[in-house]
T-cell receptor, first 112, second 109 residues
Framework: NAGVTQTPKFRVLKTGQSMTLLCAQD?????MYWYRQDPGMGLRLIHY???????AKGEVPDGYNVSRLKKQNFLLGLESAAPSQTSVYFC???????????FGAGSRLTVL | GIQVEQSPPDLILQEGANSTLRCNFS?????LQWFHQNPWGQLINLFY???GTKQNGRLSATTVATERYSLLYISSSQTTDSGVYFC???????????FGTGTRLTVIP
């Protein structure tokens, strides 16, 4: 039982390159979230999903796209990476009634 | 949007001491959670506590929703308690948590 798994854990990109972060969960949770964490700050919500096939914008969605084609996977895409997107990205999940968030270990992205 | 303020921003304790961390929020919420981020970056949920009081071992939390604040108590602190403690709240009902900037706790032996 892996819980919430994020891949990759580390990535370095050049400005303008694209990439996808994968979040996979084996807890059968309905809700999935992508957050970013910058130094000295709390987490900020990028996008979220309340179920398979649904996505919605969070607090800081610009420059990111997401997809939830399967219930267990939530993908975060950067189409044209910018240095401002250098951050640590966290995926989280929650069951429909539990309200408690379970986080992945994080993915550190550096854009040069 | 909602404002979440945590205090103090930094706290240094001797092992064995007790502490109280505070979270103030600017509007009514239907979800409030406390998290601990350890020095390796892992985030662990401590409490789901939109109102009332809960206890888990040496940790306890109280939320007074009508006065828009929550308190996290750590008793007999240990070095493993070090890290950043975040308060997060949600108004939407979709668990879209809005995080405070955290309290960084350092426990020294």
């Amino acid at each position: 039982n892996a819980g919430v798994t994020q891949t990759p854990k580390f990535r370095v990109l050049k400005t303008g390159q694209s990439m996808t972060l994968l979040c996979a969960q084996d807890m059968n949770h309905e809700y999935m979230y992508w957050y970013r964490q910058d130094p000295g700050m709390g987490l900020r919500l990028i996008h979220y999903s309340v179920g398979e096939g649904t996505t919605a914008k969070g607090e800081v969605p610009d420059g990111y796209n997401v997809s939830r084609l399967k219930k267990q996977n939530f993908l975060l895409g950067l189409e044209s990476a910018a240095p401002s997107q250098t951050s640590v990205y966290f995926c989280a999940t929650a069951g429909s009634g539990a309200n408690v968030l379970t986080f992945g270990a994080g993915s550190r992205l550096t854009v040069l | 949007g909602i404002q979440v303020e945590q205090s103090p921003p930094d706290l240094i304790l001797q092992e064995g001491a007790n502490s109280t961390l505070r979270c103030n929020f600017s509007d009514s919420v239907n979800n409030l959670q406390w998290f601990h981020q350890n020095p390796w970056g892992q985030l662990i949920n401590l409490f789901y506590i939109p109102s009332g009081t809960k206890q888990n071992g040496r940790l306890s939390a109280t939320t007074v929703a009508t006065e828009r604040y929550s308190l996290l108590y750590i008793s007999s602190s240990q070095t493993t308690d070090s890290g950043v403690y975040f308060c997060a709240v949600d108004q939407t009902g979709a668990n879209n948590l809005f995080f405070g900037t955290g309290t960084r706790l350092t426990v020294i032996p």
